[in-house]
């Protein structure tokens, strides 16, 4: 996730730099064939540009509103998965003896272990060391692994011998995460239409082919810095929905679910008066991940 800081100009060109370099060559190329050869007796009015700019500005408008709806309904689940996975473990602590500790700490790893595996699952990262761990103790042949882990939840909430009425919270909470855990997945596996981002892409080219026949040919620099400028305007708003409605792709503006994942740790082992607490990493660059 972008922090408040300063922002790479360099790595964000990065993820355009072959769209400028293309509409840059054309720029050069078409500016000094509008000045100096045939093309220069072509005009097209710059109204005819200005229809295909307004419907290509109103076509990101909406591409831009659903990447960010995207990336920001990723960051309302997981904030709830932080609540309530402290909802969790304060109703195991508070429903179960105080004198079945050992109940009360699986629970505890479980959930900070689902939360690590659901995060490197979303990502198709290999599994950390930890997760890795606890999948061989186990023996977890699923390839889900953050449903099998609600299932060890359930299949141990059956066994407290605690009240009906105390299983059936818990059991809600666990719904909750279970819930989550089909949204994240949903975001994940639910592909932006290429149709859309096609069209957007082609209208961009459009726009630049017909710019330049539309401006003046008195300064030929003039002509080509507005030829690449307005499209590469075009191309960072589109570069920038591209990069928000992917929220779990390992990248600076995912949702940082291993911070939240590490918080989560700190906040439930401090619930269960656990020290061994892990380091919250201070950023380094400009994201957290």
């Known amino acids: 996730m972008l922090l408040n800081k300063r922002i790479s100009i360099l790595a964000f060109l990065k993820q355009i730099k072959f769209d400028i370099a293309a509409i840059l060559t054309y720029a050069v190329v078409i500016g000094i064939a509008d000045q100096y050869s045939f093309l220069a007796n072509i005009s097209i009015p710059i109204g005819a540009t200005a229809v295909i700019g307004t419907a290509l500005s109103l076509l990101l408008a909406f591409r831009t509103s659903q990447a960010y709806e995207r990336w920001w309904e990723a960051r309302t689940v997981w904030g709830s998965i ?25 629970f505890a790893n479980r959930q900070i272990i689902w939360c690590y595996a659901l995060g490197e699952s979303l990502r198709k990262l290999p599994f950390s060391q930890k997760v890795q761990a606890y999948i061989d103790d186990q023996k977890i042949t699923d390839k889900n692994v953050p ?28 719904s909750r995460l279970c819930d989550a855990m089909g949204k994240c997945e ?52 589109e570069r920038t929905a591209i990069i928000l409605q992917d929220p779990f792709e390992n990248a600076p503006t995912d949702t940082p679910v291993t911070s939240l994942a ?9 619930m269960i008066g656990n020290n061994d607490l892990p380091v919250q990493e201070n950023p380094k660059s400009f994201y957290i991940m």
């Open 82 to 106: 932080v609540n309530d996975s402290r909802t969790l473990m304060r109703q195991v602590m508070y429903f179960v003896q105080p004198n079945n500790e050992k109940e009360i700490e699986a």
């Open 147 to 174: 449903n099998a882990i609600l299932n060890q939840h359930s299949n141990a909430l059956s066994n407290l011998g605690i009240s009906e009425f105390k299983q059936i919270q818990i059991d809600a909470t666990l």
């Open 186 to 237: 949903r975001i994940k596996n639910t592909v932006f239409p290429k149709s859309y981002s096609l069209l957007v892409h082609f209208l961009i080219y459009v726009f630049a082919t017909l710019l330049p026949f539309g401006l003046e040919d008195k300064y030929v620099a003039v002509e080509v810095f507005l030829t690449t400028l307005l499209p590469a305007v075009f191309i960072a708003i």
């Open 262 to 270: 590490t918080t989560i740790e700190i906040n439930i082992k401090e």
